[in-house]
């Protein structure tokens, strides 16, 4: 399934987002936040999806906000930037902050070049791989901008504040080596889409309300409070022992292996 400068692919529990404007190395132009958005949503809707893998096309993921493209249209800016409520996520900040939203694993997949809008985007899945040679920038600064896509919802908890600092201040594009050893990226390896096409078969054959009760807890909880963390454990154990995947995820363990998990539970 295809929407304006992104393609959809479902495949036995995975969806593949490839982000598809090769010629412009995938610069983000205002039909691709809006299909980035329609995308998610779509996702979130679907029970049936157990992981997401998202990725870039033509060696690329992406080059960023294709500036020349959104300025074009006023109108079409004010829709990027608009919210209703100051803490609200806009359009902008909604094809990042949406894949940490969704209840399922979302494996970002990076290679080539992720500068920008298109590293926020990174940011806001659980997890990313990425190939040696791939190149990573925050790279507002040099527009003399602050990075405006929700990434940095992401970026507080990858790093430590002094290197935060660092990337956003300095705008320096690092190589896929530093950014590991930062903390940005999970992995880094030669064939980073096989791994991740490995890794979503693994988290598909786990629970899919475990997963998603594990997501939402992390995020919800990962600078809360220790009594938040308490409630949120509590709440999420009672509604995984009421569910019938906590069954079936018994039964596996002890006498069929290959029993399949139910779609996940509405409630997550």
């Not at 983000?28 to 995308?39: E, G, P």
């Amino acid at each position: 399934m295809q929407h304006p400068y992104v393609n959809l692919t479902l495949d036995s529990g995975i969806a593949i987002v490839e982000l598809h404007r090769p010629e412009k190395y995938n610069a983000l132009n205002y039909a691709m936040f809006t299909s980035i958005k329609r995308v998610q949503h779509k996702i979130a809707k679907d029970p049936s999806v157990r992981c997401v893998i998202l990725t870039g096309s033509g060696g690329n993921f992406s080059s960023g906000l294709d500036v020349a493209s959104v300025m074009k249209s006023p109108k079409q800016a004010i829709k990027l930037l608009f919210k209703w409520l100051p803490g609200n996520a806009n359009l902008a900040q909604q094809v990042s902050i949406g894949w940490r939203r969704l209840p399922v694993p979302v494996i970002c997949v990076l290679e080539g070049i992720c500068y920008g809008g298109g590293l926020q985007i990174a940011l806001g899945a659980d997890m990313r791989i990425a190939s040696p040679a791939c190149r990573l920038s925050i790279m507002e600064a040099k527009w003399g901008l602050v990075p405006d896509m929700a990434g940095l919802v992401g970026l507080r908890e990858l790093v430590s504040k002094d290197v935060a600092m660092l990337l956003t201040m300095t705008a320096d594009v690092i190589e896929a080596k530093q950014a590991h050893e930062y903390g940005l990226l999970t992995q880094v390896c030669e064939q980073p889409m096989a791994q991740a096409q490995a890794l979503a078969a693994k988290l598909c054959d786990t629970s899919p309300d475990a997963n998603a009760a594990i997501k939402r807890s992390i995020n919800t909880n990962w600078r809360a409070s220790e009594r938040s963390l308490l409630r949120r454990e509590s709440m999420s154990q009672i509604a995984l022992l009421l569910g019938k995947n906590r069954l079936i995820a018994a039964i596996r363990q002890t006498k069929d292996p290959q029993r399949p998990y139910r779609h996940r539970q509405s409630w997550w």
